[in-house]
């Protein structure tokens, strides 16, 4: 079992950055963030494998940064120029593929990220 913690999610305005924080337990192949709004399904948003290479979600790309630190056993989300349809609660995911959703088998409890326009 793997137990993952996020921290960092905010209230912020359009155009605004947060970075997310999320800390395992142990490290897994690959870890993500997966994001999911009201009434919407659950999206894969960014992956990262322990070779560092990474995987975005078309709608993130040019403004989201997935890094991890091996030794921290943590991997953070930089967000830059949010807009309101970012607004979700952001899950860390670790153990599954890219951004599979059915194949991750261990989640956090989310953390919040709200836009205002």
């Known amino acids: 079992q793997v137990s993952l913690v996020e921290s960092g999610g905010d209230s912020v305005q359009a155009g605004g950055s947060l970075r997310l924080s999320c800390v395992a337990s142990?490290?897994?192949?690959?870890m993500s963030w997966f994001r999911q709004s009201p009434g919407k399904e659950r999206e894969g948003v960014a992956a990262?494998?322990?070779?560092?290479?990474?995987t975005y979600a078309d709608s993130v790309k040019g403004r989201f940064i997935i890094s991890r630190d091996i030794d921290k056993k943590t991997v953070y989300l930089q967000m830059n120029s949010l807009k309101p349809e970012d607004t979700a609660m952001y899950y860390c995911?670790?153990?599954?593929?890219?951004?599979?959703?059915?194949?991750?088998?261990?989640w956090g409890q989310g953390t919040q990220v709200t836009v205002s326009s």
């Open positions: 990262i494998d322990s070779f560092l290479s990474s």
């Open positions: 995911a670790a153990g599954g593929s890219l951004l599979a959703l059915n194949s991750y088998d261990h």
């Open positions: 142990r490290n897994m192949f690959y």
